[in-house]
Structure formats: structure tokens, C-alpha cells
């Protein structure tokens, strides 16, 4: 194994787990269950707002509780559906839906196993909600290539805050920061996040985005396995 890094911290959400196509899954099934009109404009409406409140809890604006209590409120209002059902009641049932999801990236399940054959020490880094993210990696045979899961539910603060990764740091058995990189796909939480915590940084670039100036990741990949060119490199 190469010296230079010898742990990896990977986000979970479209950077190892296919997180649009377990959520398109998910919301397809939920709606069906309480009626709602399955169209593609009802799906896209209830993506923006989602996405638009996972942006906010990262900027500290609202909680995660808020969260999850709100958003389906927020979508049937948006798209004028009415019902009795409890909202909360609606989104424990989208999270329990998520959760039965698994779908991976290509090569994600074999690259973290061949990391973890190599003595590479790997984490989980995310902002998701716990039981419904260990679910996932479960479904996707990735659980067992970590060495814990650091969800931002239970560490009390959430990426990109320089709290959250002040507590991943102080918990994992690498010390020396020069030698842990951070992978993932979100530059607002996980590169503004490696950044705030002084620590090497791989953006995913899945979607051929440009790179805004104020973002400094200390590489750029498009698929998620050529991150053992980095880590092999001398």
C-alpha cells in the first residue's frame, strides 16, 4: 500500500450509493401509497424542495427534525394535494421505502473492497439519516469495507460546519491529517467541508459541473474508481 494516505473518508450519497435512483424509487412508491399523482412534474417539485431544504440545513437554517417533519407538508402544498394523512407519518414511511434501497455507483462496491483488502481505513461521512443510511450500505454490501459511519444525526453537527469534522477527526485512528483524504460529490458540504477542516480533498464530478472559484478541491474525477489512481500514485 501506498504511504502517502492511509484513510479514507467517502460521503455516501451519489458518491458511493446511486442515492437519485433509490429517491426516485422511494418517492414513486410513497406517493402511490397516499394517492398522490405520480408525474414527473410532481416528482421534480418535490426533488427541488427537498434539495432546497438539504441546502438550508447545511447552511445552519433549519434542523434536521424540521426537516423531516416539513418537507412533505411543503411538496403537497406546492403542488396543491390535499389530504389527511400526518405528514410525519408520510416521511417515516418515504424513509423506510429509502431505506430498502442499495443501488451503487459502478464500481463503488468493488473499489471499497479492494481499498479495505489494501489496509486502507475507511469512513462514512454523511449528512443522511442514520438508520435509513445503514439500510443502504447494508443492501449494497458495503457495510462491512468500514470502519464506523458518521452520520451528521448523531454527531450533533453537520458538513460542511468544521464541528462535525473537529468530531470525525478526534474518532478515527489516523492522526496525522496529511495522510486522510475526503471523497465526494457535493462541493457545499463535503469540499467546503474538507476545506474547513484542512484536509485533502477529491471532488465527484459526475455531472461535468464547472468549478466555482471559491471551491478548492486538491483533485477532480468523474468516476468514482479513479480514486485508487490518486491513492496508488507516488
Not at 416521511?91 to 463503488?108: F, I, R, V, W
Not at 489494501?118 to 435509513?132: F, K, P, S
Amino acid at each position: 500500500m501506498a504511504e502517502k494516505y492511509t484513510t479514507v473518508l467517502f460521503d455516501a450519497d451519489n458518491t458511493l450509493l446511486d442515492f437519485d435512483k433509490d429517491e426516485s424509487c422511494a418517492l414513486r412508491k410513497t406517493m402511490e401509497l397516499y394517492g398522490v399523482p405520480v408525474t414527473e412534474e410532481n416528482v421534480k417539485a418535490y426533488v427541488e424542495i427537498n434539495q432546497g431544504m438539504w441546502k438550508a440545513l447545511e447552511r445552519g437554517e433549519i434542523t434536521k427534525p424540521e426537516l423531516k417533519r416539513t418537507r412533505f407538508r411543503k411538496f403537497f402544498d406546492a403542488i396543491g394535494f390535499q389530504t389527511d394523512a400526518d405528514v410525519f407519518e408520510v416521511n417515516e414511511k418515504y424513509l423506510s421505502l429509502l431505506g430498502e434501497g442499495g443501488n451503487t455507483l459502478e464500481g463503488a462496491v468493488d473499489l471499497c473492497r479492494e481499498l479495505k483488502d489494501e489496509g486502507y481505513d475507511l469512513y462514512i461521512v454523511t449528512n443522511g439519516v442514520a438508520n435509513t443510511q445503514k439500510n443502504r450500505l447494508t443492501k449494497a454490501g458495503l457495510l462491512p469495507c468500514f470502519t464506523d459511519i458518521f452520520v451528521s444525526e448523531t454527531v450533533g453537527h453537520q458538513k460542511p460546519k468544521k464541528e462535525y469534522f473537529d468530531y470525525v477527526l478526534s474518532h478515527i485512528k489516523e492522526t496525522d491529517k496529511d495522510k486522510i483524504i475526503l471523497v465526494g460529490d457535493s462541493l457545499t458540504s463535503d469540499i467546503k467541508g474538507a476545506m474547513n477542516a484542512d484536509i485533502t480533498c477529491v471532488w465527484l464530478n459526475l455531472k461535468g459541473q464547472e468549478l466555482p472559484g471559491e471551491y478548492k478541491p486538491d483533485y477532480v474525477i468523474n468516476d468514482i474508481r479513479e480514486v485508487k489512481k490518486i491513492l496508488y500514485e507516488e
